[in-house]
């Protein structure tokens, strides 16, 4: 069985972890391969409901194995603390498994991603705070500290050393900050050795070798396709590639073990942090969204930006992606409007576009061209098939469908775990 993709196919946020808990046992590992804990999946299971942020979406089933992939960057503290929690709730974490290659997040990391953002003021990116792109820069510029290197204290002193070497000067003298000593990142990071030891293995080499057993890989991301460091709304983006592309440099996977790519989407937007976003609702529509779908950041708990559907953004997402499939989330949210607007396209400065602008400069002036489609008012979280949604739900679907350019082959419904319609197995994807 080839590898599946999971990605989110608009700002994130899109219900990524209620698609990966869909699939349950029938996959045998699910892989985050990119990202850190700045991003956020909501599951509920029963009455349950689990946050997560660092760990793969597949930790909650006991049949899967989940692995950390190399093209993530671990804080060690948040995962353990992570773990801690869905342990106390009585969730095994013992099978996770870590790539030797993913990169740490040390206090320095944090710290610049802090002060930087406080520094740039009204021109902030709205990053989390969580030392993110600073461990990625770190990792391109090649002075990253990977979790191998906890295992030699000699390496990991070097390289603190040679990091903190330039990176205290910009703390002390430019932004007015005590030095951070090498010592204090040698220690804090070698408490955590112990505990990692057991979990750290050539993940790579396992998830190939389980592919060539006819084992399910499901690849998923942290954030969506807006998000992509190359293909999102830059410079208002994260700091690695969430789109399928990263799925293979992230995991160790190559592309022609992938057959599948399952794009997730909102029945409606949403987006957090700073940057254009041509549908939103700064209005009662917009809070009423927000209000209905909980729309809340899972990590950093600040309210979503709101608006309706932009199928431009979709058939980019699906074109970036190579989306076979679509898992459109949410859209019992949308009950109880009379008239749900849908973009199907821009106007740039008089000019219409049915794609996403080339520049940053036309994205900022895009306004939305919108359809209205008739809505329901009929309560859908019971709905198990197509046929049991109203006849103006189904025609939203179908009008999304194809405004989008890929099938939409499951529907969620509610927020618990069975309230989601399956119409194509996400598993046999072509």
């Known amino acids: ?34 990202g850190g804990n700045n991003a956020g999946h909501t599951v509920v299971i029963g009455d349950k409901k689990f946050a997560l942020h660092l760990l793969p979406s597949g930790i909650l089933t006991p049949e899967v194995t989940p692995v950390i992939g190399n093209g993530v960057v671990i804080d060690a503290g948040v995962m353990f603390q992570e773990i801690d929690e869905l342990e106390a709730q009585g969730i095994d974490c013992s099978k996770l498994l870590i790539s030797a290659n993913a990169h740490l997040i040390t206090s320095y990391h944090v710290t610049l991603d802090k002060v930087t953002e406080r520094f740039l003021g009204n021109s902030k990116i709205g990053t989390t705070g969580r030392g993110i792109g600073p461990t990625y820069a770190d990792k391109i ?14 390496i990991l002193r070097a390289k603190v050393e040679g990091s903190l070497m330039s990176k205290n000067q910009v703390i002390v003298k430019v932004f007015n900050r005590r030095a951070i000593s090498v010592d204090e990142v040698v220690e804090d990071l070698m408490q955590y050795n112990d505990r990692l030891r057991p979990l750290i293995a050539d993940t790579s080499l396992i998830l190939n070798r389980a ?52 794009g ?13 976003f041509p549908t939103e609702l700064n209005d009662a529509d917009g809070e009423a969204l927000r209000t209905i779908g909980g729309e809340r950041g899972v990590t950093t708990g600040r309210a979503r930006r709101c608006g309706w559907f932009d199928a431009p ?33 821009y106007d740039i400065d008089g000019t219409r576009s049915d794609e996403l602008p080339m520049t940053q400069t036309e994205f900022h002036h895009a306004k939305p061209i919108y359809e209205y489609l008739p809505g329901w008012s009929e309560d859908i979280t019971g709905a198990k098939t197509l046929e049991d949604l109203p006849a103006n739900a189904r025609a939203y679907v179908k009008f999304l469908e194809e405004q989008s350019g890929a099938r939409i082959s499951a529907i969620g419904v509610g927020q618990d775990r069975d309230a989601t319609i399956s119409i194509n197995d996400l598993l046999h994807s072509s």
């Open 141 to 154: 510029s090649r002075l990253g500290i990977r979790i191998q290197d906890l295992f030699d204290e000699k």
């Open 1 to 34: 069985m080839p590898a599946i993709v999971l990605v989110g196919a608009q700002w994130g946020d899109e219900g990524k972890g209620k698609a990966t808990d869909l699939l349950g046992s029938r996959v045998d590992y699910c892989v985050r391969y990119q």
């Open 313 to 345: 953004v979709a058939r980019y997402a699906t074109r970036i992606n190579g989306l076979t499939d679509i898992f459109l989330t949410k859209l019992d949210v949308l009950t109880g409007w009379e008239k749900i607007p849908v973009c199907v396209s």
């Open 211 to 262: 592919l060539d057993d006819n084992k399910v890989v499901l690849l998923e991301g942290g954030q969506g396709t807006l998000l992509d460091v190359d293909h999102g709304t830059y410079p208002f983006v994260t700091s690695s590639n969430p789109t399928a592309g990263g799925a293979c440099a992230g995991s160790g996977i190559g592309p022609m073990r992938i057959n599948g790519v399952v």
């Open 264 to 276: 997730i989407l909102k029945a409606y937007t949403t987006r957090v942090g700073s940057g254009p």
